[in-house]
């Protein structure tokens, strides 16, 4: 055997012994140690912060918005809902993005103003009153969260579909708004599914 089969030989079995063992290191290992430290110091997230109904069964994410309507894509009345979503149909984990429209974008400006009506029309305030999240998705198009100001122009719609106060939905709602993250990062938001979720429970 010559030097130079020798010396590919070494290399060889140099290099297999080096993807071994980081193949053991960093594709066991580190994996498993990370899995672990996200079970232990963070189980909810690392599951995919998943949130269930009183009995116990998930009903989605609070990561993730979801639309509240009918089988015809009308919103339910009973149902705060949530911004617009760009996402796919709405809301698609596999088709994350927003539209991409700059604000001069005629088709954004003609959908700004359709939505800003529905809206207004759909909660029986003016027009001015509706605020910016409730007709404009977010870069994900998946935001589970609307604003305050959104929240609250449908409180009145949201107790007389369900027979309640608007005291005790107020009420409600005011327990779900959240504010900015480490107390002063971003704005006040409101997750609609855990929202929707809580009211429900009151029927019960």
Do not use: C
């Not at 012994?17 to 980081?22: E, G, K, P, S, T």
């Amino acid at each position: 055997m010559n030097t130079s089969t020798r010396q590919a030989g070494r290399t060889i079995w140099v290099a297999t012994r080096a993807m071994v063992l980081f193949t053991i290191v960093l594709g066991v290992i580190y994996t498993l140690a990370i899995t672990l430290i996200g079970q232990l110091a963070l189980p909810a997230q690392a599951n995919g912060s998943v949130v269930t109904d009183a009995q116990g069964t998930p009903v989605g994410s609070s990561l993730i918005g979801q639309s509240f309507a009918d089988a015809d894509g009308n919103p339910i009345p009973e149902y705060f809902q949530p911004r617009p979503s760009a996402a796919g149909d709405g809301y698609d984990g596999g088709a994350s993005s927003g539209s991409n429209h700059g604000p001069e974008n005629a088709d954004l400006i003609a959908a700004i103003a359709e939505r800003k009506a529905q809206v207004a029309t759909f909660n029986d305030v003016a027009e001015d009153e509706v605020p910016v999240d409730a007709v404009t998705a977010s870069s994900s198009g998946l935001d589970p969260h609307i604003s305050p100001e959104y929240a609250a122009i449908q409180i009145a719609r949201v107790a007389d579909a369900r027979g309640l106060s608007v005291e005790a939905v107020r009420e409600v709602v005011d327990a779900h708004t959240n504010g900015p993250d480490i107390g002063y990062l971003g704005d006040p938001t409101v997750n609609v599914l855990e929202l929707n979720l809580a009211l429900d429970e009151m029927r019960k």
